[in-house]
Every structure is written in structure tokens, then in C-alpha cells.
């Protein structure tokens, strides 16, 4: 298949490796891409962001499926002027990915469709935000209702952060003033076709910026899976699944079809294990990052065969997608002052090295070339993704792989998995 692939960060790297991995004659194209992805894939100079300009392309390279990786296009309504001109597309119309792009709209589904989630209140000013604040106690979760790269939630026991956090906010847009929700996190993927969901295998991350889930909130400083320790709780890990799909995923999906907004994508949601049973903490209208980069390559299953059954209603006809029997962790590199202030156009070196290392590649998040330098161009630049037959070789392997690379300033997070390992 001719496949374009939208995006540039390592979510979006670990997609066309994925593909790139189950068949020599795909002809793989990104837009904009990096300089990893552009090892991998074709770079096409397209704006990702302009519905007609990827829509133009499409037709005339004959692209067979088009796979929208970042939020930003799903809600700018690429994929609706795609599907509007016939073309295949994996990815949510602009109003199925309000489901992502606007809190208040999520909870509005997933309260028609009775999905359990947290209490919250929409907050249009710094006076209802204090009021909300007061009304659900310490600790506070302040959230921003738009899109915000992963970075518009505090959780903080300082009441003045919260108000500031708002603050910061409340110019583009009202806030969500939520309760606080204590309990271990999944992420779980699932693929639809508007009608259909097909789970993928559940995955954790690490928002916090530091060790023992210190620091800021920021896109993602690392993730495992498989999750050994879900088997405790529900006696499979596929009893889990199992729960997500039919008493979330599912009654979700169905709202959003009798809201004429039919969900044909990913969604991913994020969720917390409460001693009340599961919640969810949010969705998002994509693929996760940094969960992509681990989940993806432990999948058996052709990706795009199931990428192109839920662009194309089929999803019924393919079964349950398959994972290989193994462990995977990814641990990010992030730029100096990342998640704040991150400082940029640092040279990296010694991927190559990194690479040797049995059971290891990398992702790239924000890299460019600069003739033979690799240059770093974002807060979080890189991922190191390693598998092993346990989580104690796959860490030791990321690891190892970590201290092969240099960007100078850069920090990492060094208890990835360490629980599970």
C-alpha cells in the first residue's frame, strides 16, 4: 500500500516503523516528518494542518490510506475532507475529535453514555475556578479545555498553583476543575470503525518530569507494557481489556454515532483504578505518546490491515489483534529546561551506538539534520525503546542504550518500569 502518515513527532516514527516492519512494499510517505522518520519514510512537503492541501496530495499520488498521527489535524478536520473525496483515512472527523479537543465535551458524552469518570465543573473565570476548588478540597486537578500538547493539567496540592495554572488558561477558554482521582493509570488503545472496537494491549506512562513522579506534568517521560500487575486485580489482563471495551469504549462509540459524530480512529483512553472501579481520566482522539512507541512494536498483527479495516467499516471481519509474548519500555530524552522552557539546537550524538545494542531502537520526537549533525529541535527529542523476554532485560537494555547518547543539558527519568522489573 501507498501510506501517508501526518505528524512528526516519535508517536508518528513508531507508526511508520511498524509498518515499515511488516512489508517491504509499502511505500511510506510523512508530512513533515523528521529526521528519524525520513530514514524510514519518504518526507512530503504538505501542510498537515490544511484539510485540502493533504486532500490534493492524496489524490494525486494515489495514496491508498492516509493515517493522521497528532490531534492538531483531527481537529482542524483533515479527515473529513479526506473521507469527503473518498480517500481512506484512519482518524476521527473534527467533531468525533472534540472528544480530545474540548474537555467539557467529553464529559458530556461520557455522561449521556454513562461512562464512569471523576466529578467536574466548568469554570469560565478565576472566581468559579476558586469556587470549585474549595468545593472539591486538595488535591487540585485544573485542566484547560482545549487542546494544550499534553501540558494543560496540574495536579498540585497548592491552591495558589491551581489558580495560577487557570489563569494561564482561561484567556483561550473555560478551565474543568475536577476531582482528585487516586489510583494506579492505564492507557488503553482501541481501534474503531465508528461502530466496531478492537482493543490493543494496555499500556502505563510516566507524565511527571522527575523520578518518583516529581517535577511538572509533561508529554510523557516513559511507558511499559505489558502490565503484569493488572492480572492481580481482574485475574487476566484480558478481563480488563474486556471491561474497558464493553463498559467504556463501547457505550462511547455509540454516543458519538447518535450524535452523528461516528469515531473512526483511535481512541485512547486514559484511565484510573480506583477503589470504586475503573474511571477514566480523559480520552484522547489518537494514538498516545509515549505508549505508541512501546505498544506498536510488541504487535503481531499486521497494523495495516487493522488500520485500514477501521478506515473502511470493516473492523467486524479481522479478530482480536495479536502481541507478542514479550517486554517493552521506551524512556524519552528531554531537551535542558524541558518541560518549561526547553533550550533547542543542541547536536546529538551517538544513536548509532545506542542502536547495537540487542533489542533496542529509537524513535525520533523532534530532530532534524543540520549535514552530519543531528540536531535537536523540541522538549522531549528522542525515545529509546527496548524489548527483552522480561522488563528487567528490556530496562537494562533502554538504559544501556541511554548512556550511549549525548545532548548536552539533557535529563531523563531513571525509574521507568522499575516496579514491574
Do not use: C
Not at 487476566?236 to 457505550?251: G, M, N
Not at 479481522?318 to 522552557?341: M, N
Amino acid at each position: 500500500m501507498k501510506i501517508l502518515v501526518l505528524g512528526s513527532g516519535a508517536r508518528e516514527h513508531a507508526i511508520v516503523l511498524a509498518l515499515a516492519s511488516e512489508s517491504a512494499s509499502h511505500e511510506l510517505l510523512a508530512a513533515p516528518g523528521n529526521a528519524g522518520i525520513g530514514r524510514d519514510a519518504t518526507l512530503v512537503d504538505v501542510d498537515m494542518l490544511d484539510p485540502t492541501a493533504v486532500t490534493t496530495f492524496a489524490k494525486e499520488h494515489a495514496v491508498d490510506l492516509v493515517v493522521i498521527g497528532p490531534e492538531a489535524p483531527l481537529v482542524a478536520g483533515v479527515a473529513d475532507t479526506l473521507r469527503e473525496h473518498g480517500i481512506p483515512v484512519f482518524g476521527p472527523g473534527r467533531q468525533a475529535a472534540q472528544l480530545e479537543g474540548s474537555k467539557a465535551f467529553a464529559k458530556r458524552i461520557m455522561e449521556q453514555a454513562g461512562v464512569p469518570t471523576g466529578r467536574a465543573v466548568h469554570a469560565r473565570s478565576l472566581e468559579d475556578t476558586a469556587a470549585a476548588l474549595d468545593d472539591f478540597g486538595a488535591p487540585y486537578v485544573v485542566k484547560a479545555d482545549g487542546l494544550a500538547a499534553g501540558k494543560g493539567v496540574i495536579v498540585t496540592e497548592d491552591r495558589s498553583a491551581a489558580l495560577a495554572h487557570a489563569e494561564q488558561y482561561l484567556p483561550k477558554g473555560p478551565v474543568l476543575v475536577e476531582e482528585f482521582l487516586s489510583g494506579p493509570e492505564v492507557s488503553l488503545f482501541l481501534l474503531s470503525d465508528g461502530d466496531t472496537v478492537r482493543p490493543l494491549s494496555p499500556a502505563q506512562d510516566f507524565k511527571r518530569a522527575l523520578d518518583g513522579d516529581a517535577g511538572p506534568n509533561t508529554g510523557g517521560m516513559g511507558a511499559y507494557s505489558p502490565l503484569p500487575w493488572l492480572a492481580e486485580q481482574y485475574g487476566s489482563v484480558q478481563a480488563f481489556v474486556d471491561e474497558v471495551t464493553e463498559q467504556i469504549a463501547l457505550p462511547v462509540v455509540r454516543e458519538l454515532d447518535r450524535d452523528g459524530s461516528p469515531f473512526i480512529g483511535l481512541l485512547y483512553a486514559g484511565l484510573i483504578l480506583t477503589e470504586q472501579g475503573v474511571r477514566v481520566i480523559e480520552f484522547n482522539a489518537r494514538f498516545g505518546d509515549p505508549e505508541t512507541q512501546i505498544v506498536l512494536p510488541r504487535l503481531a498483527t499486521p497494523l495495516s490491515r487493522l488500520l485500514m479495516a477501521a478506515a473502511a467499516g470493516t473492523l467486524e471481519d479481522e479478530s482480536a489483534p495479536e502481541f507478542r509474548d514479550e517486554a517493552a519500555v521506551t524512556v524519552v530524552l528531554a531537551s535542558e529546561g524541558y518541560p518549561a522552557s526547553p533550550i533547542t539546537g543542541r547536536v546529538i550524538t551517538g544513536l548509532d551506538e545506542a542502536e547495537r545494542i540487542e533489542g533496542v531502537h529509537i524513535t525520533h520526537a523532534a530532530t532534524r539534520r543540520d549535514g552530519d549533525d543531528l540536531i535537536a529541535t523540541g522538549g522531549r527529542v528522542l525515545n529509546v525503546v527496548a524489548r527483552g523476554a522480561t522488563f528487567a532485560e528490556a530496562r537494562s537494555r533502554a538504559y544501556e542504550a541511554m548512556s550511549r547518547i549525548h545532548l548536552e543539558g539533557s535529563h531523563f527519568r531513571t525509574d521507568i518500569a522499575a516496579q514491574v522489573a
